[in-house]
C-alpha cells in the first residue's frame, strides 16, 4: 500500500492588517463577479495537487494499491494510532516541506520500516538542498509524471492510455473540490522570477477532461484552466477552444494567459468555448523593473491588449501583480499603483491581484548576484502573505512589507472608487459567494 499525501496547500493566520485588506478585497470581489459573471458559481476552499493525482492515476493504472490523503488526514491516521503502510510519498511546496519533515519523523517512530519519499514542485528545484537539510527522507521523487511515479514505486511502469487524471480517487467527491486543470505544462517564457519556465513541456490533455468533469459536477461549475500559458502557444489556444467547444461542457471557464498572445479570433473563440475569465500576468508598470527581471511584455503593449479584449469580448479580465521584485522601491510601485488605478477607472479590468514576491530556493540561482540577502533558512516563512524572508540591495524587509501592505490598500481603493462605492462597508455583501474560501483562509486561524 502506497499512501499519496497531498500537503501543497495549507494553514495559517496572517497580519492584522492584511487580513482586514483581503477581507476587504473579496467583499468587492464577490459583488463584481457576481454582477458580472452571475451567481451559480460559488467559490470553493478545498483543493487538490492534480500532479500527485497523476501519480497516483499512474501507479492505480499499474496495480499499485493507492490512498490519496490531504495532510489533515494524515495527521488524523496518526494520531488514531492506525497502522502505516509500505511506503509514504509527500508532495510538498516550499513553506510545507518542514511540515513535512514533522509528520515523516512521526511516521519513523511509530513505524520504522516505512519508507518515507518527499516530491514536488520544490524538490524539483531543490533537491540537493532538501536532501541535505531533512535527511529523515528516505527518498526525493524528482521529476514529473512516469519518472516521479517509477521512483516512487521503486520499479518501471507500464504506459497506459485513458484520462491524464483518474477523479475517483480522490478522498472527497469532486464537487466538494474547487477544479483546476490544466492542458499543457511548463511555459514558453522565462521571467526571472518564476519557475514555471523550467517546468518540460508535455500535453496532457486537449480539453482538460471535460467528459470525465461532465459526468461529475453540476452546470455552472466554475473550472480553471492553470496552463502557465493556456495550451502553450497561439496554436494550442485555438486547439483546446476547438476541444472544448466540441465537448460541449456546461461549465464557467477561467485560464491564465500572456495578454501578447491574444487575437481579437483567440478571443471570441475562447469566448465560445465556454471562458468567462482570462487572467494575465501584468506584475509592474515599472520598464526598468520589468527589463531586469526579464519580463518581455511591455506596459504599452499591455494596455492596447487589454482594450482589445475589452472591444471583443465580455470576459471578466483579472490581472497578476507582484510586489517586491528585485529592483522595487517606492516610485517604482508608484508607477504601478497609479498604472492600476488608471486600468480600474478606464473600466479595462475588472480584478487585479497583488501577491508577494517570494524568492524560493532554487538550483542554479545565485540570489545575491540578483541583490538579494536572504534572511532566514525556515522555508515555512517562505510564502506570499507573510513578513519578507528577504532585503534586497535598496529595501529592508519592513520597507518591502510595508510596500505590500500600502498596495494592497492602494489597489482595493482604486477598485473601490472605480465601482462607484465610498466606503467597503457600502459594498453589497453576496452571501456565499465566496464565504467558504474567506472562511477557510482568513477567519478563525492559527497565529503566525
Ligand atoms: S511569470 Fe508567467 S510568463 Fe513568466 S515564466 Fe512564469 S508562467 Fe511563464
Same mark, same amino acid.
Given at each position: 500500500?502506497?499512501?499519496?499525501?497531498?500537503?501543497?496547500?495549507?494553514?495559517?493566520?496572517?497580519?492584522?492588517?492584511?487580513?482586514?485588506?483581503r477581507?476587504?478585497?473579496?467583499?468587492?470581489?464577490?459583488?463584481?463577479?457576481?454582477?458580472?459573471?452571475?451567481?451559480?458559481?460559488?467559490?470553493?476552499?478545498?483543493?487538490? *495537487?492534480?500532479?500527485?493525482?497523476?501519480?497516483?492515476?499512474?501507479l492505480?493504472?499499474?496495480?499499485?494499491?493507492?490512498r490519496?490523503?490531504?495532510?489533515?488526514?494524515?495527521?488524523?491516521?496518526?494520531?488514531?494510532?492506525?497502522?502505516?503502510?509500505?511506503?509514504?510519498?509527500?508532495?510538498?511546496?516550499?513553506?510545507?516541506?518542514? *511540515?513535512?519533515?514533522?509528520?515523516?519523523?512521526?511516521?519513523?517512530?511509530?513505524?520504522?520500516?516505512?519508507?518515507?519519499?518527499? !516530491?514536488?514542485?520544490?524538490? +524539483?528545484?531543490?533537491?540537493?538542498?532538501?536532501?541535505e537539510?531533512?535527511?529523515?527522507?528516505?527518498?526525493?521523487?524528482?521529476g514529473?509524471?512516469?519518472e516521479?511515479?517509477?521512483?516512487?514505486?521503486?520499479?518501471?511502469?507500464?504506459?497506459?492510455?485513458?484520462?491524464?487524471?483518474?477523479?475517483?480517487?480522490?478522498?472527497?467527491?469532486?464537487?466538494?473540490?474547487?477544479?483546476?486543470?490544466?492542458?499543457?505544462?511548463?511555459?514558453?517564457?522565462?521571467?526571472?522570477?518564476?519557475?514555471?519556465?523550467?517546468?518540460?513541456?508535455?500535453?496532457?490533455?486537449?480539453?482538460?477532461?471535460?467528459?470525465?468533469?461532465?459526468?461529475?459536477l453540476?452546470? !455552472? +461549475?466554475?473550472?480553471?484552466?492553470?496552463?502557465?500559458?493556456? !495550451?502553450?502557444?497561439?496554436?494550442?489556444?485555438?486547439?483546446?477552444?476547438?476541444?472544448?467547444?466540441?465537448?460541449?461542457?456546461?461549465?464557467?471557464?477561467?485560464?491564465?494567459?500572456?495578454?501578447?498572445?491574444?487575437?481579437?479570433?483567440?478571443?471570441?473563440?475562447?469566448?465560445?468555448?465556454?471562458?468567462?475569465?482570462?487572467?494575465?500576468?501584468?506584475?509592474?508598470?515599472?520598464?526598468?523593473?520589468l527589463?531586469?527581471?526579464?519580463?518581455?511584455?511591455?506596459v504599452?503593449?499591455f494596455?492596447?491588449?487589454?482594450?482589445?479584449?475589452?472591444?471583443?469580448?465580455?470576459?471578466?479580465?483579472?490581472?497578476?501583480s507582484?510586489?517586491?521584485?528585485?529592483?522595487?522601491?517606492?516610485?517604482?510601485?508608484?508607477?504601478?499603483?497609479?498604472?492600476?488605478?488608471?486600468?480600474?477607472?478606464?473600466?479595462?479590468?475588472?480584478?487585479?491581484?497583488?501577491?508577494?514576491?517570494?524568492?524560493?530556493?532554487?538550483?542554479?540561482?545565485?540570489?545575491?548576484?540578483?541583490?538579494?540577502?536572504?534572511?532566514?533558512?525556515?522555508?515555512?516563512?517562505?510564502?506570499?502573505? %507573510?513578513?519578507?524572508?528577504?532585503?534586497?540591495?535598496?529595501? %529592508?524587509?519592513?520597507?518591502?512589507?510595508?510596500?505590500?501592505?500600502?498596495?494592497?490598500? %492602494?489597489?482595493?481603493?482604486?477598485?473601490?472608487?472605480?465601482?462607484?462605492?465610498?466606503?467597503f462597508?457600502?459594498?453589497?455583501?453576496?452571501?456565499?459567494?465566496?464565504?467558504?474560501?474567506?472562511?477557510?483562509?482568513?477567519?478563525?486561524?492559527?497565529?503566525?
Open positions: 500500500m502506497i499512501w499519496l499525501v497531498d500537503y501543497t496547500h495549507y494553514d495559517k493566520a496572517i497580519d492584522p492588517r492584511l487580513a482586514k485588506y477581507l476587504d478585497y473579496f467583499r468587492l470581489k464577490s459583488y463584481v463577479r457576481y454582477n458580472k459573471i452571475g451567481p451559480t458559481a460559488p467559490v470553493k476552499s478545498k483543493v487538490f *495537487a492534480t500532479g500527485l493525482l497523476r501519480l497516483a492515476t499512474i492505480h493504472r499499474n496495480g499499485y494499491d493507492v490519496y490523503l490531504h495532510y489533515e488526514m494524515l495527521e488524523e491516521l496518526l494520531e488514531s494510532g492506525a497502522q502505516m503502510p509500505e511506503k509514504v510519498a509527500f508532495s510538498c511546496v516550499c513553506p510545507t516541506v518542514p *511540515a513535512c519533515a514533522g509528520l515523516a519523523e512521526e511516521i519513523k517512530k511509530r513505524s520504522p520500516k516505512t519508507k518515507v519519499i518527499l !516530491g514536488g514542485i520544490h524538490v +524539483n528545484l531543490s533537491a540537493q538542498l532538501t536532501r537539510r531533512f535527511p529523515v527522507f528516505d527518498q526525493l521523487a524528482v514529473f509524471e512516469y516521479a511515479a517509477e521512483q516512487i514505486a521503486g520499479a518501471p511502469l507500464a504506459r497506459h492510455n485513458g484520462d491524464y487524471v483518474d477523479y475517483s480517487l480522490l478522498p472527497l467527491p469532486l464537487k466538494e473540490y474547487a477544479i483546476n486543470t490544466f492542458t499543457t505544462m511548463g511555459c514558453p517564457y522565462r521571467c526571472s522570477y518564476c519557475a514555471d519556465g523550467r517546468a518540460p513541456h508535455f500535453v496532457a490533455s486537449r480539453d482538460g477532461q471535460m467528459d470525465q468533469l461532465k459526468k461529475l453540476p452546470a !455552472g +461549475n466554475l473550472v480553471h484552466f492553470f496552463d502557465s500559458v493556456l !495550451g502553450f502557444s497561439q496554436e494550442g489556444i485555438r486547439n483546446v477552444c476547438d476541444a472544448l467547444q466540441k465537448a460541449e461542457h456546461p461549465f464557467l471557464l477561467s485560464c491564465d494567459m500572456r495578454a501578447e498572445l491574444l487575437t481579437p479570433e483567440l478571443v471570441s473563440a475562447m469566448e465560445k468555448a465556454g471562458f468567462v475569465e482570462v487572467r494575465l500576468g501584468m506584475e509592474s508598470a515599472d520598464p526598468e523593473l527589463k531586469r527581471n526579464k519580463r518581455t511584455l511591455t504599452d503593449h494596455l492596447e491588449k487589454v482594450k482589445m479584449i475589452r472591444e471583443n469580448s465580455n470576459l471578466y479580465v483579472c490581472l497578476y507582484i510586489t517586491g521584485l528585485p529592483g522595487t522601491n517606492w516610485d517604482s510601485q508608484q508607477k504601478t499603483l497609479d498604472y492600476c488605478d488608471f486600468l480600474f477607472q478606464e473600466h479595462l479590468v475588472d480584478e487585479i491581484k497583488n501577491a508577494q514576491y517570494v524568492p524560493y530556493p532554487m538550483e542554479g540561482v545565485c540570489y545575491a548576484d540578483r541583490g538579494i540577502t536572504l534572511l532566514t533558512e525556515d522555508w515555512s516563512q517562505y510564502d506570499r502573505q %507573510s513578513f519578507p524572508v528577504y532585503h534586497t540591495d535598496t529595501m %529592508s524587509a519592513e520597507e518591502l512589507w510595508e510596500i505590500y501592505l500600502h498596495t494592497a490598500k %492602494s489597489i482595493n481603493e482604486s477598485w473601490l472608487r472605480s465601482c462607484g462605492f465610498a466606503s462597508d457600502d459594498v453589497p455583501v453576496i452571501e456565499g459567494y465566496y464565504q467558504e474560501y474567506v472562511e477557510a483562509n482568513y477567519l478563525n486561524k492559527k497565529s503566525v
